[in-house]
């Protein structure tokens, strides 16, 4: 529940509405680092990850290839090519501009957090590989540090290896969250929901808009932290009080396709026909975005599902 909901507000901050989503924009990408690792085990098949994100990463590509030269009429340059295999929107930590253009235009700028969502795990799975539960809080600590640091480069690493060191902890944090019990803990007291709560409202306050993506996380170090660690665990503990609710079925369907929905919000997002009469205004338009890009991106989901089981199938025949 907790992931589709930050899900629904990824694909409002990508629409004229995106000041409703800045009250969550501290945790908009940390909640899916922490619940992945919430539901992750102690040890991580990086090969099986790979299938599970990179495959979709290079079909959804191809996607948006094809919607951007065939629909949208633009014509594919190498540079496009190119921020599909550096998977990163620009290659400078500055803003955009004719020195430092777009890499990934295509409608497929969201696609970065499937590559990223990858590295972060073999930062995981290499935390995960330390004995001792000491000295992994030690090591995710240092890797803390050296994202800090990393944000000081004056290039965006290739498929957020420097964001990963954020990425990696993070995932980490939701294991020992599930490890130790702690949403049930805080479950049992409320004013500690109240805590967390109004200590993510100060950090949040303190670290201001940033923009993961770009290694952008805000205005002071390691309040990002520190925002993730108190908000994440309150928006699961709010999320926990309508788990048996029509709603929570809800989300969680959509969420089985919340890859394919994260993945091609941009391209369903620019097929909202903003030239009809009735949409003209932001809360029509949003509703429109929101609508075409859950059917779309659930739609797209399992139909890719379907072909990877008829071609595991047809491969099954042929050997």
């Known amino acids: 529940m907790a992931k589709c909901v930050m899900l629904m507000f990824v694909i409002v901050s990508h629409t004229e509405a995106w000041r409703l989503e800045l009250p969550v924009d501290p945790i908009l990408i940390s909640t899916f680092w922490i619940c992945s690792g919430y539901t992750s085990g102690p040890s991580v098949s990086l090969r099986r990850k790979a299938t599970g994100l990179l495959v979709p990463y290079f079909a959804m590509s191809a996607l948006c290839l094809l919607f951007s030269w065939l629909v949208a009429g633009r014509d594919i340059v190498s540079r496009d090519i190119l921020g599909i295999l550096y998977s990163r929107y620009v290659a400078l930590a500055a803003p955009a501009s004719e020195t430092n253009p777009c890499l ?18 073999c930062v995981y799975a290499s935390l995960m590989r330390i004995r001792t539960l000491r000295t992994q809080t030690l090591a995710a600590g240092l890797c803390l540090a050296l994202a800090w640091a990393a944000t000081y480069l004056p290039v965006l690493l290739p498929w957020s290896i420097d964001t990963a060191l954020f990425a990696g902890p993070m995932i980490w944090a939701g294991h020992q969250m599930r490890r130790f019990n702690v949403l049930e803990r805080l479950w049992k007291l409320k004013w500690r929901l109240a805590a967390c709560i109004a200590l993510y409202a100060a950090f949040a306050w303190l670290q201001g808009w940033g923009n993961v993506s770009v290694r952008e996380y805000g205005r002071w170090w390691p309040v990002p932290v520190l925002s993730s660690l108190t908000g994440v665990p309150a928006l699961m503990l709010l999320c926990k009080a309508f788990e048996h609710s029509l709603a929570a079925r809800l ?14 919000q941009m391209m369903f997002i620019n097929l909202v026909p903003r030239h009809l009469p009735f949409m003209d205004g932001w809360p029509q338009t949003l509703a429109a975005a929101l609508l075409l890009s859950i059917c779309g991106g659930w739609a797209t989901g399992r139909a890719m599902s379907w072909l990877t089981r008829l071609v ?5 025949k042929t050997r």
């Open 104 to 121: 990934m235009p295509l409608c497929n700028s969201p696609l970065w957090f499937l590559t990223s969502l990858f590295t972060g795990f």
């Open 312 to 316: 595991s199938c047809r491969c099954g």
């Open 251 to 264: 989300l969680s369907a959509i969420n089985r396709q919340a890859l394919y929905i994260f993945g091609m």
